[in-house]
């Protein structure tokens, strides 16, 4: 099983409190994002968008530990920017391990060879590294030859270290089939716990918009890569969720359940969109239009959204709240094969992108004025 059984039980005792509570709107995942600052410039990412003076703010560890106490979620998500590049991070992860919180710093991993020192091996600290595909389609996507090469180096001293590690792969329009199938193999070889994945989202300030997917596109590509399934893949992720990719489950956003703050504040409505900023958790749960967004709001942002920070708390909810949810959650756990003649079918049709690949879109690496913040 790639989610401990620790984890399982502490999200699951989680939501039945909140549900006996008879709280209607609750966190699962703080999503922290210390700072924006990064040493990628990805095409389909739209943080490293911000100005410079943005750029050099971060949040400090007293700020961010008010947060996680005020949110109350069981789990953290460290995205960004890059994590590593925060020079307190060590600080602000010890602090969240003595608060007994299950994070995932979400990571490139160019840095993690030279910071993992930093850090103490813990059941309550996963570095989630960011991989994209196979070695040619990730250099791609992140826009940085050898990134992939640099990546698998780190995992592989994480893993040596007795760290918790996790792949965090986002997926776009144009992706092969085949080609994620046997990255999945290549890492689940190296003895990652699991992999996460989730369809790309648009984000206005990402340079590349044309290789976002609708939702059809969506469904069909994880069909097929998701379907007729090895028994060496781990997800770390609910299997509802990973049914609800392959079109075989509905469900609505749930966008109170991964929560953002960041160096402005607690972000409306999402960790995707921002809508304007308020200064209390509480105050975003009692003064956000949520009626405004999800797919059934009719708001086009919201459209062609399956991205998992929306979506996998639903089904955590769904396999957590209920006695038909969680037969449902145990029989997708149990038998999740899905043998599917159609998906493999897909897998024989070549990939066909709407929007041709412009290499005229990626960007060129951070300059050195990003480099010199690191320290």
């Known amino acids: 099983m790639a989610v401990p059984i620790s984890q399982m039980w502490t999200v699951a005792t989680y939501v039945l409190r909140q549900r006996w509570s008879g709280r209607k709107r609750y966190p699962l995942v703080l999503m922290l994002e210390p700072l924006f600052r990064c040493n990628l410039a990805c095409a389909g990412c739209g943080k490293i968008q911000y100005p410079a003076h943005i750029l050099k703010k971060q949040l400090t560890p007293e700020q961010c530990f008010h947060a996680i106490d005020e949110c109350g979620a069981p789990m ?109 193999d290549e ?95 509480a105050e975003l749960l009692e003064t956000t239009e949520w009626s405004h967004y999800g797919t059934e709001s009719g708001n086009p942002k919201c459209a062609n959204c399956m991205v998992s920070c929306g979506y996998e708390p639903s089904a955590v909810n769904d396999g957590f709240g209920s006695l038909s949810g969680l037969l449902a959650m145990a029989k997708a756990t149990l038998f999740n094969r899905y043998a599917d003649r159609g998906a493999l079918d897909l897998l024989n049709q070549p990939a066909k992108p709407v929007h041709a690949f412009n290499p005229l879109v990626q960007i060129e690496s951070p300059s050195t004025e990003f480099e010199e913040t690191r320290a």
């Open 76 to 184: 953290v998500s460290i995205p960004g920017g890059e994590p590593l590049m925060h020079p307190r991070i060590g600080e602000i992860v010890e602090g969240m391990v003595a608060r007994k919180k299950y994070i995932y710093l979400c990571t490139n991993a160019l840095l993690l060879k030279e910071k993992i020192d930093l850090f103490k091996p813990s059941k309550y600290l996963t570095f989630s590294v960011h991989l994209d595909g196979q070695r040619e389609h990730h250099d791609l996507s992140v826009c940085r030859e050898g990134g992939y090469d640099i990546a698998m180096e780190g995992i592989k001293e994480a893993l040596r270290r007795g760290f918790r590690v996790t792949t965090n792969t986002t997926l776009f329009d144009g992706a092969d089939a085949n080609s994620v199938r046997a990255f999945f």
């Open 187 to 281: 890492v689940m070889s190296l003895g990652v716990e699991g992999m996460v994945l989730s369809p790309g989202y648009t984000y206005d300030k990402a340079p590349d918009q044309k290789h976002f997917m609708g939702r059809a596109r969506s469904r069909r590509l994880f069909r097929a890569i998701l379907s007729n399934r090895k028994k060496t893949w781990k997800f770390n992720m609910s299997p509802l969720f990973l049914e609800f990719l392959m079109g075989k489950r509905d469900y609505q956003c749930t966008p109170w359940g991964s929560p953002a703050y960041n160096i402005f504040g607690w972000q409306k409505p999402c960790y995707l969109l921002q809508d304007g900023y308020v200064d209390t958790f």
